[in-house]
Each structure stands twice: as C-alpha cells, then as structure tokens.
C-alpha cells in the first residue's frame, strides 16, 4: 500500500499543474459519487428494515387473531360434541322407552300361529352346565393390539385349553389358520410372517368360526352349511355336520358374508344364525362340542337390521348394532335363555371408536375379554362384569 502511494506521489509530481488540478478534480466526483451511492443504499436499507418491522408485527397481529379463532372453533366444537352426546343418550333413553310399533301389518292369526311356534320350540327349560351368573357391566378398557389383513376376518383364543396361543382367520373365506404363540409374537411378525401356518382339507366361508378345546369349529364353503370340527394337533378333521336348519340367511344385516356364528362361552359352544322362517330376528343353537349335535334352539327377539356381531356369555347372548354416528357401535338387545336377563335389564354398553365394522367378536371366558376383528385391526376389549339377577 505505501508503495501505491509513493508511486501515486511521484507520477502526481512530474506532472504539470493543470494536469493535476484535473485529477484532482476527477478524484473529488468520484468520491463524492460513491458517497451518494453510500448515503442511497443507507436509506434503503433503513426503509428495508421498516418495512420488514412493520410487516413482522402484522404477522404476529394475524397469528395472535388465528390462534384466537382456533381456540374459539374448538371450544365450539366441544360444545357441538357435548351436546351429541347428551341428545344420543336423551334419544337412547327414548328409544328403550317408547320402542317404535312395527312398520308392516301383519294378521292376528299369523301373528298366534307364530308365537305358539315359538313358545314350542322354547317350551323346554335350558339346563344349565355350570353356575355362571355373569353378566356385562360395561366396557373397561380398549387395546389396539395390531393390524393384518383386510376388513374381514376374525382372532381368538382357547378358551379352554390352558395356552397363550392365539389364531388368526384371515378375510371371509380360506384354507390357512395362522398360528401364533403369543400375542406378543403377534404384535411383533411382520404381517403373518412368525405364524405356524394350519391347512385345513375344506376353506372355510364367513367368520363365525371358533377354536374351542383344541378344535377348530369353523363352517365350510358351499351351498349346504357344515360345521367342521377340525383337530389343530393332529391336523385332521374329526367330525361334521350339516346344520339343520333350511333357507338360511346372513345372521348380521352388516355382515352378509356370515351366516352362521360359532361362539363359546362358559356353557360351551352355541350357533347364532338367522333363517327366512324368522328372517327378521336372530336365532340361538346351542351345540354339543362332542357330537356337533342340537341340543336346543331358540327364537330371540334381536333384529338382524343394522347387527354387526354377537357374542354370548354364560348362555347370554349380546348383539352388537351401529348408532347412527359411524364412529359407534353398541350392545342394543340381549336374549338370556335361562331368562334372568332382559334387554331392558341389561346395560347400554357402548364400544370405543372404531375403525369400520366388527366383523366377529369373540369373548374369552377366563380373561373376560373379547377379542374383536375391527376393518383389519385386532383388538383387545376389557369387560367389567356383574351378577344376573333372578327374576
């Protein structure tokens, strides 16, 4: 640098004064033309800033205004949601209260000729094989165990047999029972990977099927509905038999791929199906897990419209219908066939918020569970029971 200037020094002396009172001049409009850029980009930069300042306190004032709006509308949708709530239980109450008349007219004499059938064919006094007197209270807790398969199929345990093994029927028709060896290898196969695949001589149809001291109960695939009691040790079929009931319909207005659902329960093994005889209402078996024989049928007074599922429990059957809300489902009518319950009687237990539709649910006697098979998810429902009363 100081050689610049001395160089500058030197050449500004060899020349002549004219010369350097030009340079000079030139220098002084140069400096004073960067001094006005200088003093331009100051006053921009400085209206930048403002202006950045400015537009930063409209944005806070526009999120502050939002965030109040948000908190407004969700107060607002609280109170919607409350208030759903209270009309669907004001509603409910209603409807156990004023049950609506039937919408079609049927003769008097029909109507005798119907009910005599039916008080013959329940004339008989069911005999208990145990002293259960349990009851639902309500639903205690929920667990969303895992998701495999599609939006049929169904998961259960021996309710039995003292295992921690756990079965999967994997969409409404088939030949493979996956086999796992505890939920907890469930919840952690990649899809149905970890499970010890079982395949049975005849694919199933529908999911009503059951595993019951070391058997599976399931119904075969064709126009005649059998029951096939297939042994899950050996592999090999030990018995069937051809339910004895004709023009048979889907048991479940919500779920037309079923028609006959195997359940157990503390009394054994039972078959809730549905027939064009009584195509309206639901039907009970209940079955000899032995010989697959019918020892005693029953008439109930539950709807087939809008039923999803069922499930019995210590000879209680307990079906499962939609709200009209998509999120909901509910038990809305029991049929007791010892006759302690009524559906009057029986609580309004409501399901937690689901995904689809249950397309089987499954009760576990010894771990007062049922396991449910909700749009492909298995879940897990904890229940809180109570004591029948006698009537």
Not at 111 to 123: A, F, L
Not at 175 to 203: D, M, N, Q
Not at 311 to 318: A, E, P, Q
Request: charged content about 30%; some cysteine; proline content about 4%.
């Amino acid at each position: 640098m100081a050689l610049k200037q001395a160089v500058f020094l030197i050449t500004f002396l060899t020349l002549t004064h004219g010369q350097q009172q030009a340079l000079l001049d030139y220098l002084e409009r140069r400096l004073l033309a960067i001094e006005d850029r200088i003093s331009v980009w100051h006053d921009q930069t400085n209206r930048y800033a403002t202006e950045l300042r400015d537009f930063k306190q409209q944005i806070v004032g526009v999120l502050e205004n939002v965030e109040k709006e948000r908190e407004t509308l969700r107060s607002d949708m609280e109170n919607v949601n409350t208030r759903v709530d209270r009309m669907e239980r004001e509603m409910d109450y209603l409807e156990t209260q004023h049950p609506a008349p039937p919408c079609v007219e049927v003769d008097d004499k029909l109507v005798e000729q119907q009910v005599t059938k039916v008080k013959e064919k329940n004339k008989g006094k069911y005999e208990k094989l145990t002293d259960c007197r349990d009851m639902i209270s309500s639903i205690k807790a929920m667990k969303i165990v895992k998701r495999i398969g599609g939006p049929i199929g169904l998961w259960t345990k021996d309710p039995v047999a003292e295992s921690d093994k756990v079965y999967v029927f994997n969409s409404s028709h088939g030949h493979v029972i996956y086999e796992f060896a505890t939920i907890r290898e469930l919840t952690s196969s990649l899809g149905l990977t970890r499970a010890r695949k079982i395949k049975l001589p005849f694919p199933w149809a529908g999911s009503g099927h059951t595993i019951y001291d070391g058997y599976a109960y399931y119904i075969k695939e064709g126009q005649e509905f059998q029951v096939i009691k297939f042994d899950l040790k050996n592999e090999s079929v030990v018995d069937s038999a051809v339910f004895p009931s004709e023009e048979q319909v889907p048991v479940y207005g919500l779920s037309p791929q079923t028609y006959i659902d195997l359940a157990a329960d503390e009394e054994g093994l039972w078959a809730i199906y549905a027939t064009k005889e009584n195509e309206k209402n639901i039907c009970l078996a209940k079955m000899d897990p032995k010989t697959l024989d019918i020892e005693q049928m029953w008439d109930t007074p539950c709807p087939r419209e809008n039923a999803e599922s069922a499930f019995v429990i210590c000879g209680t059957v307990y079906v499962v219908y939609n709200t009209k809300l998509p999120s909901r489902s509910r038990v809305q009518c029991v049929f007791d066939v010892s006759d302690m319950v009524t559906s009057e009687d029986a609580p309004l237990v409501y399901f937690p918020k689901r995904y689809g539709s249950h397309s089987s649910l499954k009760y576990n006697p010894n771990e007062k569970q049922i396991y449910a098979w909700d749009d492909g998810y298995q879940i897990l429902y904890k229940l809180s029971m109570k004591q029948k009363l006698d009537v």
